[in-house]
C-alpha cells in the first residue's frame, strides 16, 4: 500500500510539475516551434557539414545556422521592411482619398453589366457592398499602419525573440539527434508508437514548410514580379498578401491578381489586364501543380479538403504558425486513431481466438 501511494504520489507530482513547465514556457511556443522546424529544414545540410568536419559538432551548428540566416532570415527582414513602407503609403492614401474603392466597382459594373445580375441573383446590394468594400479597405489600412507602428516600437521585443530562436535551433542542430532516444525513452507511448509518431511530426512538417511555404512563395514572388513588371502600384505589398493567401488550398492568390486583372480591362487597359489574367492562370496557377509532387512526396499528403480544414482552422486558432499546427494536428489525429484502429482489432482477434481455443477445449470430454 505505501508503494502504491508513493507511486501515485510521484505521479500527481509529476503531472503537476509538467503543467507547470508547460505553462512557464507558453509564452515561447512560437520560438520553440520555429526552432525546430528550422532544426529540421536544414538538418541535412547541417549532416553534409559534420561529416566533412567530424568532432566539430559546435562549428558544424554554427555554419549551419549562418546559412538559415542568410537563406531565410536576412530576405526575410527586408520584405518586412517594404512590406510595411508600402501598406503605410497605401493607407494614407486611402485616408486622403487618393484611392476610392467604391469607384472600382462603379467601373468594373460598367465594363461588365453582368456583374448586375449576378450580384441580383446572389442578393447583394450594391450600395451596401460599396460602403462595406470602402470601410474594409480603410480598416485593413488602419490595420496595416497599426501593425507597422507597434512593429516599430516592438522592435526590440521581435529581436529578441528571434534571437532565442536562432539560439535554440543552434542546439536543436547540435543535440537533436542524442534528444530523440531521450524522448523515445521518456515518454509511456510505447516506443514503436513514438517512433512513427516523430517520423510524421517530422515529415508533416517539412512537407508543410516545402509543399505549402515554398510554394507560397513563389507564387507570391511571381504576383509581385508581374505586379511590378506592369508599374501597378506596391509590388512587395500585394506580393506578400498573395503568399499569404497561397498558404490556403483552393482560394490561393487569385483573390488578389484576377480582381485587379477585371480592373484593369475596365479601365481600358486591355493588354495589362489580358497579361495579367494569362500569366496568374498560366504561370501561378500551375505553380502549385508543378512545385507540390516535385517538393513533396505523395506519402504524406492529406485530402485537398483535410488541407483546406486544417489550415483555416489552424490560422483561425495559432496565427501565421497555423499553416503548419493545422495540418500536423491534422496528420498526428489520425496515425493516432489509425493506431489505435490497428492494434486495437490485432487485440480483438487475440481476445477472438482464446475465447474459441477455451470453448473447443471445454467441448472436448478428454481436456
Known sequence: MQKVIEIRSFIAALIAVSIAFTYLMLPFFSVILWACIIALLFHPLHTKILQRSPRRENTAALLTLLACIVIAVTPTLFLTSAFIKQGTAIYQQLESGQIEPSLWIDQVRTAFPIIDNVLATLGLDIG?????????????????????????????????????????????????????????????????????????????TRATIKGSLVVAMVQGALGGLIFWFLDLPGPVLWGVVMTVLSLIPVVGAGLIWLPVGLYLLATGNTSDGIILIAFGAVVIGLVDNILRPILVGRDTKLPDYLVLLSTLGGFTMFGMTGFVLGPLIAVLFITFWEIFSREFNVMIEDTYDEDETANLGSDNPDS
Open 128 to 204: 451596401k457592398l460599396k460602403q462595406q468594400l470602402g470601410s474594409l479597405s480603410v480598416d485593413a489600412g488602419k490595420a496595416m499602419a497599426s501593425n507597422a507602428l507597434a512593429i516599430g516600437q516592438n522592435t526590440l521585443a521581435w529581436f529578441v525573440s528571434l534571437g532565442l530562436m536562432l539560439y535554440l535551433a543552434f542546439f536543436m542542430l547540435r543535440d537533436g539527434a542524442s534528444l530523440i532516444p531521450v524522448l523515445i525513452r521518456a515518454l509511456p507511448l510505447g516506443d514503436e508508437r513514438e517512433r512513427l509518431l516523430m517520423q510524421k511530426f517530422a515529415e508533416v
